[in-house]
């Protein structure tokens, strides 16, 4: 696929400025997902179950459809009396049919099918929210909503079904049913069908004005199964879902009780076994989890089965016993568009399921000629535990980063282990055995490369990493110097202050950056300390990137490190983001991908420990692209000839239907970011693309693209 638009010619491309805000908020929010006016959803959102006491409304009649914005494509749409019909093809070129009831007293789903043969029926959305207030502002980490002395509301949705809408978005097709009201928001449930695909996002499109509102959300389907009833109103419910260890399972779900059973899985998703095929639940892999220090799986999917009805969904917990557990924003006003997805089927359960693994390729990050993946800011305590074990003992992260497709781990050990301020031996011999316990597990395939959340002299929190061990106390010793030598250990150096830490870095090529920028204990930074000579030297890198805080209003993920990484380059100062995790210690059972990211970084081959410094450096010079997985960028080129138009040529490769590129350069003055619709790309494509941007007077610029599911990929600003 070639693309070659106009930016100033199309119309269909979304040209935004922003001006200078240095709160690291976007002053232009963003349109919906799919570009659906903000004037037409009312309020906020709700929520939906197929429950008696829930389906049933007030009203009989038909209520009015806007047609207005559908044209026919290969998702048609007829308005017959009391139902929307809605018909597609497959990526086998089978067809597909979805009926939609504009009955308020029936369930909102009458039916969906596949050639003829029903997959499910009488169907209804289901969701609800637990709503509370943040204390540390729309970037807070350290925040605790159940804490807080208002407490926490908790809102199950209903659809009072009062209109519908239907537009057509390049060959795209969403229906929108207004009428949800779920606690402190109100809004419309509504529907994408894709076609190519049997794919079935559900949104719960809705606002709050509740100020300071931090939320979560659970989503799902219920539907009815008359074929699973059995003697004394009794269900026999085939459920189907990979377990912890990757192991596929089928049970059957023969409990008398009308609750929604947890689940903890493997790859975010479960399946039911209907009739004639099955259906999938699953939410969007990344932005549906909100930060958190653990990633242990505690139970995202649902399912239920009684008494003639099943369901299926994605869940949260409303507490995890930590203290901080933010949440997802939803800042006054926004239009918060509330995902679950559905993998329809007429095959088998598993089959299904695998199609839903493909989207994240089974959670792996997939090899790419010329490239080696490097994650950064792990803090698993590896060292200390080594010293107690041995270093040919085989720490459980190991093995679970190698088989996601992780190449390089950048450690950050003693972090809260081990006495990192210790100024006497016992500093340099954690030093030594880190270094050689990394050395004990790092091979041609897997490497492993020191570093430390250092967090001294410089403002905030921040990472430092050398090429190559380096002994070196955080502060001076009693009688010490700056360089002295070591009898055991060789040249160990002593840093007093923040120009000493400037000289050792710059002896030893080594290299800083900002860990989670304006949150937890950056807030603030770098922003404070933008004009010392330390952050201003080319050793100081720039900041980490991470899906830090999550608002489902937002088309991307990440916004706070993209407005700072826009605010630094409004400056004049060049500096680049990374890809990091910020993650505590792991083991095989826990949900690991959905708070993931890497930098696929230029390199033929992957260094042994002694030479990891070689894999740093094209980190250094930008030579890489940041994804969350499912979005590969292997070629973007950022033609800097035309002082008045950005040139864009990219390959890209992709699992989930694509949504938009987005292109954001700055003059010096303002920020401007022009979206560019990439929704008549199929689900599981690659292609090339080009993109002309009149950009009068650029100074640099920067390329991000998004997928239906807010995965995405980016590149660092090129500069003029």
Do not use: C
Not at 97 to 103: E, G, N, P, R, Y
């Amino acid at each position: 696929m070639t693309v070659n638009p106009s930016a100033a010619a199309s119309a269909d491309v979304e040209i935004k400025t922003r001006k200078r805000n240095r709160t690291g908020a976007d002053s232009n929010k963003p349109r919906g997902r799919l570009g659906y006016p903000t004037g037409a959803v009312k309020h906020a959102l709700a929520l939906l179950l197929l429950a008696p006491s829930l389906a049933p409304s007030l009203w009989a009649a038909a209520v009015p459809v806007d047609l207005s914005e559908y044209r026919p494509g290969p998702v048609s749409v007829e308005h017959a009396g009391e139902t929307l019909t809605v018909r597609w093809r497959d990526e086998a070129d089978k067809p597909w049919q979805a009926v939609f009831s504009l009955d308020p007293s029936k369930p909102l789903i009458a039916s969906i099918a596949a050639d003829g043969k029903p997959i499910v029926t009488a169907a209804s959305p289901f969701y609800q929210v637990e709503t509370g207030k943040r204390q540390r502002g729309w970037n807070g980490f350290f925040e605790h909503p159940p804490a807080h002395p208002d407490g926490t509301k908790h809102a199950a949705g209903k659809l009072n079904l009062q209109s519908a809408r239907v537009r057509t978005v390049a060959d795209r097709v969403e229906l929108s049913f207004d009428g949800l009201h779920m606690g402190d928001f109100t809004g419309a449930v509504a529907y994408t069908v894709f076609p190519g695909s049997r794919l079935l996002l559900q949104e719960a499109v809705a606002r709050t004005y509740v100020p300071n509102t931090a939320y979560y959300y659970d989503a799902g389907l219920g539907f009815r199964s008359l074929a699973d009833r059995r003697p004394g109103a009794n269900m026999g419910t085939a459920v189907s879902f990979y377990d912890q260890q990757g192991e596929f399972q089928t049970q059957l779900e023969e409990s008398f009780h009308p609750e929604r059973t947890p689940e903890k899985v493997r790859y975010r998703t479960l399946a039911l076994k209907t009739e004639h095929g099955a259906i999938a639940a699953f939410p969007p892999p990344h932005q549906y989890f909100f930060p958190r220090d653990f990633t242990s799986n505690l139970g995202y999917l649902w399912h239920r089965s009684f008494r003639g009805e099943v369901g299926l969904g994605i869940r949260q917990i409303r507490d995890a016993n930590w203290k901080f557990y933010p949440w997802m924003n939803a800042p006054p006003g926004t239009e918060q568009r509330m995902a679950v997805f559905f993998q329809l089927s007429d095959g088998s359960a598993q089959a299904t399921l695998d199609d839903v693994l493909a989207l994240t390729r089974r959670d792996r990050f997939q090899p790419l000629p010329g490239y080696k993946t490097v994650s950064s800011h792990w803090h698993l305590a590896y060292t200390v535990q080594a010293m107690e074990y041995g270093f040919d003992w085989t720490p459980p992260f190991q093995p679970v980063l190698q088989e996601m497709g992780v190449d390089a781990s950048i450690i950050m050990d003693f972090h809260g282990d081990g006495h990192p301020r210790d100024l006497t031996d016992l500093r340099l011999k954690e030093l030594d055995a880190y270094f050689e316990a990394l050395r004990a597990q790092s091979d041609e395939d897997f490497l492993l490369i020191p570093s430390e959340e250092a967090n001294v002299h410089y403002g905030g929190h921040w990472a430092l990493v050398f090429p190559k061990p380096v002994y070196w106390f955080m502060n001076r010793p009693e009688g010490g110097a700056f360089e002295t030598d070591h009898p055991k250990y060789g040249k160990v150096y002593s840093v007093a202050n923040e120009e000493e830490l400037l000289e050792l870095i710059r002896k030893e090529d080594g290299l800083a950056y900002q860990t989670h920028a304006r949150t937890k204990g950056s807030t603030g930074y770098p922003d404070r300390i933008q004009d010392k000579p330390y952050f201003r030297d080319p050793s100081y890198f720039g900041a980490g990137w991470k899906s830090l805080p999550v608002d489902p209003s937002s088309p991307r993920l990440g916004d706070r490190i993209f407005n700072l990484l826009d605010d630094l380059h409004q400056d004049g100062i060049e500096k680049k983001i990374l890809g990091e995790v910020d993650l505590f210690q792991l083991d095989s059972t826990h949900e690991l991908y959905a708070h993931m990211n890497v930098n696929y970084v230029r390199a033929d081959r992957l260094p042994s420990f002694e030479n990891y410094g070689e894999i740093l450096q094209p980190i250094r010079e930008g030579r890489f692209f940041v994804t969350t997985g499912e979005v590969l960028a292997p070629e973007v080129a950022v033609s800097t000839a035309d002082p008045n138009q950005i040139t864009i040529d990219a390959e890209l490769q992709w699992t989930y239907p694509l949504e938009r590129a987005e292109i954001v350069w700055g003059d010096g003055e303002n920020v401007f970011t022009e979206t560019i619709p990439l929704t008549e790309t199929r689900a599981h494509g690659k292609g090339s693309f080009q993109w002309k941007v009149p950009a009068k007077g650029w100074k640099w610029a920067r390329v991000a693209v998004w997928d239906v599911a807010t995965n995405g990929a980016f590149v660092n600003p090129v500069r003029r």
